[in-house]
C-alpha cells in the first residue's frame, strides 16, 4: 500500500480538502421494533408488566426477556400489548410502533400459543398451529376481525411454560381462518410463563 | 516492481524497433466492413497481398492499414459463411471505403488463414452476438441475451433480472462498457440488472481475459461491450422497427429507431431510438408467477461528425423501467423463510394481471456521452467524458402506509474522463497511452424511514495506462500495465441509527500480456495472462441490514464480527481483491468444421464473498446472518463450440460450458456457481426459396447439468430446530452453506423459424420461436427464486422488424 507513497500524498491532499461527503440526513426508523411490553392487568391488584428488549435492532445481539410471566391460579386478567423503538427517543413520532399496527389492524393480526394448562379459559394451546383454537380477542379491525393488541386471560393451575406471540403483517390476506404461516413476520417473542 | 519492470520492458520493445521505422510510406487504407442488413461485421479478415500486411475488422466492423507505400495491393475480406470479395487497390494517400459481405450461399468455404496473413489486430479473447444474433434475442433483457455466448451466464432473480456471469464471477468483477464508458450503476447487489436496453447496441462483445488495462479496474471476471452501429456519414434517412410479442408474461415490446444524414453536410449524422416494453405476471408450467410484471420505457439519441481526420459525437440515452418481484419471496423472519421454501405454489399466487405491487423496483438511468478523436501525422488523441445519473428505488411491504415508500433510495452521479494518445512508430509496432478519472456521488434520498443500507460515499478514481502490440513474424504480442487509485469518503448510519464517518484509499496496478499465433494454415492460437485487481464497493465494506427478498441480514467487511460496531480498516485484515487470470483460445478450420476451444484459470486472492456466520434474533424472530468475508478463490473451466457445415444449407452448432470454482482457503465449494451446460443447435438456413427470402428453422437442445460443485446443505428448517434447541448451527461449522440440495439438471428444447420479404427500400423480417417447448418444469441452480417456484414454462415469440 505504501508503494508510490508522493501521489498518494498528493491526491490525499487534494482530495481530502475538497471532496469528503457531508453527513446525511438521519432517517426516523418507525418499523423498527425493539421492545415487546406486555400488560397484565387482574381485575383487582397491581398489573404485572414483562418485556422482551433487542438492544441493537439490525445487530447481532440477541432479545433479551425479562423474567417470567407470573400469573395468580384462577385470576382474569386484561393482556395489552405496546410495541416500541427503544434506539429512539421516547420524544420520536418513531417511538410508539403500537399505533401504526393499531391504524392498520385490517392488515394485521397477533397470534397466540402456550403450553397447555397455564390457562383455564382460552383452554387449548392457542392459535399459532391452528387458527380455529380459542383466543379471547377485546379489539377488532374495520372488517369485524380480532387484532389482539388486547385480551382476556384466566389462569389455570399452578404450573409452568411458555408463552409465544406472533404479529403477522397479511396485506390483503388477513381472513377469519388465515393461519399464522400466512403473511411476513412482525413480531415473534416467546416468554416463560409460571402460574402460582 | 511490475510497473517499474513493464515500463522498462516497454522502451526495450520501443527502442528494438525505432530503427525500422519506414519513410516514404504514408498511405492509409481504412473503412468498415458490412453484412447484407448494413451491419458492421466483427472479426473480418483483411489481407493486403502485396504489403504482407492483415488485420481484423474491430467490434464497429472498423478496420485501418497505416504507413503503406504507395502501389497496388490485392485486397481480400474474408469472413466465415460469406463469400470471399477481393479486388486491386491503388495505394496513394488515404483510402476510405465501405465494404459490403454476402452472404455464401453456394457453397460455404473453409477459411483459410492465409501465409500472407502476418498478423491479426486483436490479441483478445474475444466472443461477440451480432446483428443478426441480436436480433433474434429481441425482446430480452441484455443479459440474458448475453447467455448465448459460451461461458457467459447469468444470476437471476426471477424472469426480470439478469446480472450477467462470465466464467463463474459477477457484479462488482464484470465491467460493462456502454458506448465506451463503464457503466456504473448500484452494481453490488445481486438483484440489480444493468440498466441498459439492449436495442441500441448492434452487436455485443464479451472480453473473456481480464483486459481491464484499457477501461481500469474492475475487469476480473472480463468486459462486456455494448457498442452502437456507427452513425450514417450521408444524406437520407433510413431505419428499423420492431414490433415483439410473447405469450409467457403476454408481453409487448415496441422498438423504433431513425437514421440519418445532416442536409448536404458529408460527414454529419444524427440517430434517434426507443423502446416501450410491457409484461404482466409470468408462468410457471403450472401456476402463474404473480407479481414479475415489467414495464420498461427507453430512448436515446446521438449526433455527430466523422471525417479523416477528426470525429466528435454527442450521445444521450434514457432507461427507466419498474419491475416486479414474485410476492411468495416476501419474507419476515426464518420461519417465513421456512414456509415458502416448502410450499408447492408460492404464497399469493393469483390470476395473471399486469399490475405490479411491492416488492418491486423502479430504476432510471441517464447516460450523457461527449466524445471526440482527431488525427495527426504522429498518432490518434481520443477524448471522452461521460456523466451517468443512476437512480435506484426499492419498495417492499411494509408496515403502515410505508409501502408507497421505498426502503431503499439511492442517487448516484458518475463523471468519467478519459484521454488516450495512439502512435504507430513503425509498422511492427503500436503504442497507446492514457489517463482515465472518474468522481462518483452515491446519496440516498432523504425519507426512506430505515436505516439506510449503504452509506452516502464519494468515490474519487484515477489511472494510467500504456498499451503496446508488437508484431513479430507469426505473432502478434499485446502488453500493458496500468495504475489505478481510489479515494472513498464514506458517511451513514450504523445498526444503533448513529452516524459514522470515515474515508479509505487504496491503490495498486494491473498488468496483462497477449501473443496470437497462426499455427500452420488454419490453426489460431491465443494466450492470455493477466494480473487484475479491483477496490472493494462501499456495500461490501458496510452493508448493513436486509435487502429486498434476502431473508437474511448481512454485514459489511469493516463491521466489528460481535458488536457490528464500524471499525477503521486499518483495524482488520483487509487486502484488495486480485485476480490472476490465464485465458488460452485455440481455434482450428477444417473444410466444413470449424472449432473453438477455451481454457482457463482465474485465481483470485482475497476473494470477497459472504459467508454465513451465525443467527441472530430480534423481535420479528430469528435470521441466518452472513458476513462479508475473504478466501481465495479458483475459478477452473472451458467454453467449447463448433460449426459443422453439414451441406450449403444445414448448420450442426454444438456449444459447451464448464466451470468448476472452489473455496481454496477452505477447501470447500461456493454457492451460485453455474453449473456445467451442454447446446447443440442445427439451423437450415435458405437464402431464397419459392420466393421467401432468407428462410431459416432452428432447433436448439440445451442440457444444464445439475450442479454437483455445491456447498452443504443446512436446511431452514435444521437451522430453525437448532435455535428452537438453543443451539448456534454454525458454531461449530461455519463452511459455505446452501438452504436447498442443488436443482436437477434439465433439458429444454427451443424452435424458431422465420424469412423476409424484400420491397426496393423496405425489408420485413418475420420471426416465430418457442422456448421451453416442451413446459418442462425446472429450476435454476443460478436463479435466486429457486427456492420458492419453477422457473418458466413455454413460450411463445412472434417478432416483425421493419427495416427501411
Given at each position: 500500500m505504501n508503494r508510490l507513497p508522493i501521489a498518494i500524498a498528493l491526491f490525499s491532499l487534494l482530495f481530502v480538502l475538497g471532496c469528503e461527503v457531508e453527513s446525511p440526513v438521519r432517517e426516523d426508523v418507525p418499523e423498527l421494533i425493539t421492545q415487546v411490553t406486555l400488560t397484565f392487568t387482574p381485575t383487582d391488584g397491581e398489573p404485572l408488566i414483562v418485556t422482551a428488549t433487542d438492544p441493537d435492532g439490525e445487530g447481532?445481539?440477541?432479545?433479551?426477556?425479562?423474567?417470567?410471566?407470573?400469573?395468580?391460579?384462577?385470576?382474569?386478567?386484561?393482556?395489552?400489548?405496546?410495541?416500541?423503538?427503544?434506539l429512539a427517543q421516547p420524544s420520536d413520532p418513531e417511538y410508539d410502533v403500537t399505533e401504526e399496527v393499531e391504524e392498520e389492524a385490517h392488515e394485521h393480526f397477533f397470534y397466540f400459543s402456550w403450553t397447555n394448562g397455564v390457562f383455564s379459559?382460552?383452554?387449548?394451546?392457542?392459535?399459532?398451529?391452528?387458527?380455529?383454537?380459542?383466543?379471547?380477542?377485546?379489539?377488532?379491525?374495520?372488517?369485524?376481525?380480532?387484532?389482539?393488541?388486547?385480551?382476556?386471560?384466566?389462569?389455570?393451575?399452578?404450573?409452568?411454560?411458555?408463552?409465544?406471540?406472533?404479529?403477522?403483517?397479511?396485506?390483503?390476506?388477513?381472513?377469519?381462518?388465515?393461519?399464522?404461516?400466512?403473511?411476513?413476520?412482525?413480531?415473534?417473542i416467546t416468554f416463560p410463563i409460571k402460574v402460582e | 516492481m511490475i510497473f517499474r519492470s513493464t515500463i522498462l520492458l516497454l522502451a526495450a520493445v520501443s527502442s528494438f524497433f525505432s530503427h525500422s521505422s519506414a519513410q516514404e510510406c504514408n498511405g492509409t487504407f481504412k473503412g468498415r466492413v458490412l453484412d447484407d442488413a448494413n451491419q458492421p461485421m466483427v472479426g473480418a479478415t483483411i489481407t493486403l497481398s502485396g504489403a504482407q500486411r492483415g488485420t481484423t475488422t474491430n467490434a464497429?466492423?472498423?478496420?485501418?492499414?497505416?504507413?503503406?507505400?504507395?502501389?497496388?495491393?490485392?485486397?481480400?475480406?474474408?469472413?466465415?459463411?460469406?463469400?470471399?470479395?477481393?479486388f486491386e487497390l491503388t495505394i496513394d494517400g488515404t483510402i476510405t471505403k465501405v465494404l459490403h459481405l454476402k452472404e455464401d450461399v453456394r457453397q460455404l468455404q473453409e477459411v483459410v488463414v492465409e501465409d500472407e496473413l502476418q498478423h491479426t489486430e486483436h490479441a483478445h479473447n474475444l466472443a461477440t452476438l451480432n446483428a443478426k444474433q441480436l436480433a433474434e434475442a429481441a425482446g430480452k433483457s441484455l443479459g440474458e441475451s448475453l447467455k448465448e455466448i459460451p461461458g457467459v451466464n447469468s444470476i437471476q432473480t426471477g424472469p426480470g433480472i439478469f446480472k450477467p456471469v462470465i466464467h463463474g464471477v459477477h457484479s462488482q468483477r464484470v465491467l460493462i462498457l456502454n458506448h465506451g464508458i463503464r457503466q456504473e450503476g448500484q452494481q453490488w447487489g445481486a438483484e440489480h440488472a444493468p440498466e441498459i436496453d439492449p436495442f441500441i447496441a448492434s452487436n455485443v462483445s464479451v472480453v473473456k481475459d481480464a483486459a481491464s488495462i484499457k477501461y481500469g479496474t474492475d475487469a476480473i471476471g472480463g468486459v462486456i461491450i455494448v457498442n452502437p452501429a456507427p452513425l450514417p456519414e450521408s444524406a437520407g434517412i433510413g431505419g428499423s422497427l420492431n414490433l415483439i410479442g410473447q405469450t409467457n408474461g403476454r408481453s409487448g415490446t415496441f422498438s423504433g429507431m431513425l437514421e440519418g444524414g445532416i442536409g448536404n453536410h458529408d460527414g454529419w449524422g444524427w440517430r434517434a431510438q426507443g423502446t416501450a416494453k410491457r409484461t404482466g405476471d409470468f408462468h410457471a408450467p403450472s401456476y402463474s408467477l404473480t407479481n414479475t410484471g415489467i414495464r420498461e420505457l427507453n430512448f436515446s439519441a446521438s449526433t455527430g461528425f466523422h471525417n479523416e481526420r477528426l470525429g466528435f459525437e454527442i450521445f444521450y440515452s434514457h432507461f427507466s423501467s419498474d419491475l416486479g418481484i414474485l410476492k411468495g419471496t416476501s419474507i419476515g423472519n426464518q420461519g417465513d423463510l421456512e414456509e415458502a421454501m416448502?410450499?408447492?405454489?408460492?404464497?399469493?399466487?393469483?390470476?395473471?394481471s399486469y399490475d405490479i405491487g411491492e416488492p418491486r423496483q423502479e430504476v432510471e438511468h441517464n447516460l450523457l456521452k461527449i466524445s471526440g478523436h482527431i488525427k495527426t501525422r504522429r498518432g490518434e488523441l481520443r477524448l471522452q467524458y461521460g456523466f451517468q445519473n443512476n437512480q435506484r428505488r426499492e419498495f417492499d411491504l411494509r408496515i403502515g402506509d410505508l409501502s408507497n415508500t421505498p426502503e431503499?433510495?439511492?442517487?448516484?452521479?458518475?463523471?468519467?474522463?478519459?484521454?488516450?494518445?495512439?502512435?504507430?512508430?513503425?509498422?511492427?509496432?503500436?503504442?497507446?497511452t492514457g489517463a482515465t478519472g472518474m468522481f462518483q456521488q452515491n446519496r440516498k434520498v432523504d425519507g426512506t424511514q430505515r436505516v439506510p443500507f449503504i452509506p452516502d460515499f464519494n468515490n474519487i478514481s484515477a489511472g494510467l495506462f500504456s498499451v503496446t502490440k508488437v508484431y513479430l513474424r507469426q505473432w502478434t504480442i499485446d502488453i500493458g500495465a496500468r495504475y489505478d487509485y481510489r479515494y472513498y469518503s464514506v458517511a451513514g448510519y450504523d445498526y444503533k441509527n448513529s452516524l459514522f464517518q470515515s474515508t479509505l484509499q487504496f491503490n495498486n496496478v494491473s498488468a496483462t500480456a497477449g501473443a496470437t499465433v497462426n499455427i500452420r494454415k488454419s490453426g489460431t492460437l491465443n494466450l492470455n495472462v493477466s494480473s487484475a485487481w479491483r477496490p472493494p464497493h462501499v456495500a461490501e465494506l458496510y452493508s448493513v441490514g436486509t435487502h429486498q427478498s434476502a431473508a437474511a441480514n448481512e454485514y459489511g467487511f469493516l463491521l466489528n464480527d460481535s458488536t457490528n460496531e464500524v471499525l477503521d480498516i486499518d483495524a482488520v485484515s483487509f487486502k484488495t481483491e486480485q485476480a490472476l487470470k490465464f485465458v488460452a483460445t485455440y481455434q482450428h478450420n477444417w473444410k466444413d468444421f470449424t472449432f473453438e476451444v477455451t481454457p482457463y484459470l482465474n485465481y483470485i486472492f482475497n476473494y470477497i464473498y459472504l459467508r454465513p456466520t451465525g443467527i441472530s434474533q430480534n423481535v420479528r424472530g430469528t435470521y441466518a446472518y452472513f458476513r462479508y468475508t475473504q478466501t481465495d478463490a479458483l475459478f477452473l473451466g472451458?467454453?467449447?463450440?463448433?460449426?459443422?457445415?453439414?451441406?450449403?444449407?444445414?448448420?450442426?452448432?454444438?456449444?459447451?460450458?464448464?466451470?468448476?470454482?472452489?473455496?481454496?482457503?477452505?477447501?470447500?465449494?461456493?454457492?451460485?456457481?453455474?453449473?456445467?451446460?451442454?447446446?447443440?443447435?442445427?439451423?437450415?438456413?435458405?437464402?431464397?426459396?419459392?420466393?421467401?427470402?432468407?428462410?431459416?428453422?432452428?432447433?436448439?437442445?440445451?442440457?444444464?447439468?445439475?450442479?454437483?460443485?455445491?456447498?452443504?446443505?443446512?436446511?431452514?428448517?435444521?437451522?430453525?430446530?437448532?435455535?428452537?434447541?438453543?443451539?448456534?448451527?454454525?458454531?461449530?461449522?461455519?463452511?459455505?452453506?446452501?438452504?436447498?440440495?442443488?436443482?436437477?439438471?434439465?433439458?429444454l428444447w427451443n424452435v424458431a423459424v422465420g424469412m423476409s420479404l424484400k420491397g426496393e427500400s423496405t425489408q420485413y423480417d418475420f420471426r416465430l420461436g418457442s422456448e421451453n417447448l416442451l413446459n418442462t418444469s425446472y429450476r435454476e441452480y443460478t436463479n435466486r427464486f429457486r427456492y420458492y417456484a419453477d422457473d418458466l414454462g413455454r413460450n411463445f415469440i412472434i417478432s416483425v422488424k421493419c427495416t427501411f
Amino acid at each position: 500500500m505504501n508503494r508510490l507513497p508522493i501521489a498518494i500524498a498528493l491526491f490525499s491532499l487534494l482530495f481530502v480538502l475538497g471532496c469528503e461527503v457531508e453527513s446525511p440526513v438521519r432517517e426516523d426508523v418507525p418499523e423498527l421494533i425493539t421492545q415487546v411490553t406486555l400488560t397484565f392487568t387482574p381485575t383487582d391488584g397491581e398489573p404485572l408488566i414483562v418485556t422482551a428488549t433487542d438492544p441493537d435492532g439490525e445487530g447481532v445481539q440477541d432479545v433479551q426477556v425479562d423474567g417470567n410471566i407470573s400469573l395468580e391460579t384462577m385470576k382474569t386478567y386484561t393482556l395489552t400489548l405496546s410495541l416500541t423503538n427503544g434506539l429512539a427517543q421516547p420524544s420520536d413520532p418513531e417511538y410508539d410502533v403500537t399505533e401504526e399496527v393499531e391504524e392498520e389492524a385490517h392488515e394485521h393480526f397477533f397470534y397466540f400459543s402456550w403450553t397447555n394448562g397455564v390457562f383455564s379459559d382460552p383452554a387449548g394451546d392457542g392459535n399459532i398451529d391452528n387458527r380455529a383454537g380459542a383466543v379471547n380477542y377485546e379489539d377488532e379491525d374495520v372488517n369485524g376481525l380480532p387484532l389482539g393488541l388486547a385480551t382476556v386471560w384466566t389462569a389455570g393451575v399452578p404450573s409452568s411454560g411458555e408463552f409465544r406471540i406472533v404479529l403477522k403483517h397479511q396485506p390483503d390476506l388477513k381472513t377469519a381462518t388465515s393461519e399464522s404461516t400466512i403473511g411476513e413476520t412482525d413480531v415473534d417473542i416467546t416468554f416463560p410463563i409460571k402460574v402460582e | 516492481m511490475i510497473f517499474r519492470s513493464t515500463i522498462l520492458l516497454l522502451a526495450a520493445v520501443s527502442s528494438f524497433f525505432s530503427h525500422s521505422s519506414a519513410q516514404e510510406c504514408n498511405g492509409t487504407f481504412k473503412g468498415r466492413v458490412l453484412d447484407d442488413a448494413n451491419q458492421p461485421m466483427v472479426g473480418a479478415t483483411i489481407t493486403l497481398s502485396g504489403a504482407q500486411r492483415g488485420t481484423t475488422t474491430n467490434a464497429s466492423g472498423d478496420f485501418h492499414f497505416d504507413r503503406l507505400c504507395k502501389g497496388v495491393f490485392r485486397v481480400k475480406v474474408q469472413y466465415l459463411g460469406y463469400e470471399n470479395l477481393e479486388f486491386e487497390l491503388t495505394i496513394d494517400g488515404t483510402i476510405t471505403k465501405v465494404l459490403h459481405l454476402k452472404e455464401d450461399v453456394r457453397q460455404l468455404q473453409e477459411v483459410v488463414v492465409e501465409d500472407e496473413l502476418q498478423h491479426t489486430e486483436h490479441a483478445h479473447n474475444l466472443a461477440t452476438l451480432n446483428a443478426k444474433q441480436l436480433a433474434e434475442a429481441a425482446g430480452k433483457s441484455l443479459g440474458e441475451s448475453l447467455k448465448e455466448i459460451p461461458g457467459v451466464n447469468s444470476i437471476q432473480t426471477g424472469p426480470g433480472i439478469f446480472k450477467p456471469v462470465i466464467h463463474g464471477v459477477h457484479s462488482q468483477r464484470v465491467l460493462i462498457l456502454n458506448h465506451g464508458i463503464r457503466q456504473e450503476g448500484q452494481q453490488w447487489g445481486a438483484e440489480h440488472a444493468p440498466e441498459i436496453d439492449p436495442f441500441i447496441a448492434s452487436n455485443v462483445s464479451v472480453v473473456k481475459d481480464a483486459a481491464s488495462i484499457k477501461y481500469g479496474t474492475d475487469a476480473i471476471g472480463g468486459v462486456i461491450i455494448v457498442n452502437p452501429a456507427p452513425l450514417p456519414e450521408s444524406a437520407g434517412i433510413g431505419g428499423s422497427l420492431n414490433l415483439i410479442g410473447q405469450t409467457n408474461g403476454r408481453s409487448g415490446t415496441f422498438s423504433g429507431m431513425l437514421e440519418g444524414g445532416i442536409g448536404n453536410h458529408d460527414g454529419w449524422g444524427w440517430r434517434a431510438q426507443g423502446t416501450a416494453k410491457r409484461t404482466g405476471d409470468f408462468h410457471a408450467p403450472s401456476y402463474s408467477l404473480t407479481n414479475t410484471g415489467i414495464r420498461e420505457l427507453n430512448f436515446s439519441a446521438s449526433t455527430g461528425f466523422h471525417n479523416e481526420r477528426l470525429g466528435f459525437e454527442i450521445f444521450y440515452s434514457h432507461f427507466s423501467s419498474d419491475l416486479g418481484i414474485l410476492k411468495g419471496t416476501s419474507i419476515g423472519n426464518q420461519g417465513d423463510l421456512e414456509e415458502a421454501m416448502e410450499r408447492s405454489v408460492p404464497l399469493y399466487t393469483s390470476s395473471f394481471s399486469y399490475d405490479i405491487g411491492e416488492p418491486r423496483q423502479e430504476v432510471e438511468h441517464n447516460l450523457l456521452k461527449i466524445s471526440g478523436h482527431i488525427k495527426t501525422r504522429r498518432g490518434e488523441l481520443r477524448l471522452q467524458y461521460g456523466f451517468q445519473n443512476n437512480q435506484r428505488r426499492e419498495f417492499d411491504l411494509r408496515i403502515g402506509d410505508l409501502s408507497n415508500t421505498p426502503e431503499l433510495n439511492l442517487r448516484l452521479n458518475t463523471q468519467t474522463i478519459e484521454a488516450e494518445w495512439e502512435t504507430v512508430p513503425s509498422e511492427k509496432w503500436t503504442i497507446s497511452t492514457g489517463a482515465t478519472g472518474m468522481f462518483q456521488q452515491n446519496r440516498k434520498v432523504d425519507g426512506t424511514q430505515r436505516v439506510p443500507f449503504i452509506p452516502d460515499f464519494n468515490n474519487i478514481s484515477a489511472g494510467l495506462f500504456s498499451v503496446t502490440k508488437v508484431y513479430l513474424r507469426q505473432w502478434t504480442i499485446d502488453i500493458g500495465a496500468r495504475y489505478d487509485y481510489r479515494y472513498y469518503s464514506v458517511a451513514g448510519y450504523d445498526y444503533k441509527n448513529s452516524l459514522f464517518q470515515s474515508t479509505l484509499q487504496f491503490n495498486n496496478v494491473s498488468a496483462t500480456a497477449g501473443a496470437t499465433v497462426n499455427i500452420r494454415k488454419s490453426g489460431t492460437l491465443n494466450l492470455n495472462v493477466s494480473s487484475a485487481w479491483r477496490p472493494p464497493h462501499v456495500a461490501e465494506l458496510y452493508s448493513v441490514g436486509t435487502h429486498q427478498s434476502a431473508a437474511a441480514n448481512e454485514y459489511g467487511f469493516l463491521l466489528n464480527d460481535s458488536t457490528n460496531e464500524v471499525l477503521d480498516i486499518d483495524a482488520v485484515s483487509f487486502k484488495t481483491e486480485q485476480a490472476l487470470k490465464f485465458v488460452a483460445t485455440y481455434q482450428h478450420n477444417w473444410k466444413d468444421f470449424t472449432f473453438e476451444v477455451t481454457p482457463y484459470l482465474n485465481y483470485i486472492f482475497n476473494y470477497i464473498y459472504l459467508r454465513p456466520t451465525g443467527i441472530s434474533q430480534n423481535v420479528r424472530g430469528t435470521y441466518a446472518y452472513f458476513r462479508y468475508t475473504q478466501t481465495d478463490a479458483l475459478f477452473l473451466g472451458a467454453d467449447l463450440s463448433g460449426v459443422w457445415r453439414v451441406n450449403p444449407f444445414l448448420k450442426v452448432t454444438p456449444k459447451i460450458s464448464l466451470l468448476r470454482a472452489s473455496d481454496v482457503r477452505h477447501d470447500d465449494y461456493l454457492v451460485f456457481i453455474p453449473s456445467n451446460r451442454y447446446e447443440l443447435a442445427i439451423r437450415y438456413d435458405r437464402p431464397t426459396i419459392a420466393g421467401l427470402k432468407n428462410f431459416f428453422a432452428e432447433s436448439t437442445a440445451k442440457y444444464i447439468s445439475r450442479q454437483n460443485r455445491a456447498p452443504r446443505v443446512v436446511t431452514v428448517a435444521e437451522i430453525n430446530d437448532a435455535i428452537e434447541r438453543g443451539e448456534d448451527p454454525f458454531e461449530e461449522d461455519d463452511a459455505n452453506f446452501d438452504f436447498m440440495e442443488a436443482p436437477p439438471g434439465y433439458f429444454l428444447w427451443n424452435v424458431a423459424v422465420g424469412m423476409s420479404l424484400k420491397g426496393e427500400s423496405t425489408q420485413y423480417d418475420f420471426r416465430l420461436g418457442s422456448e421451453n417447448l416442451l413446459n418442462t418444469s425446472y429450476r435454476e441452480y443460478t436463479n435466486r427464486f429457486r427456492y420458492y417456484a419453477d422457473d418458466l414454462g413455454r413460450n411463445f415469440i412472434i417478432s416483425v422488424k421493419c427495416t427501411f
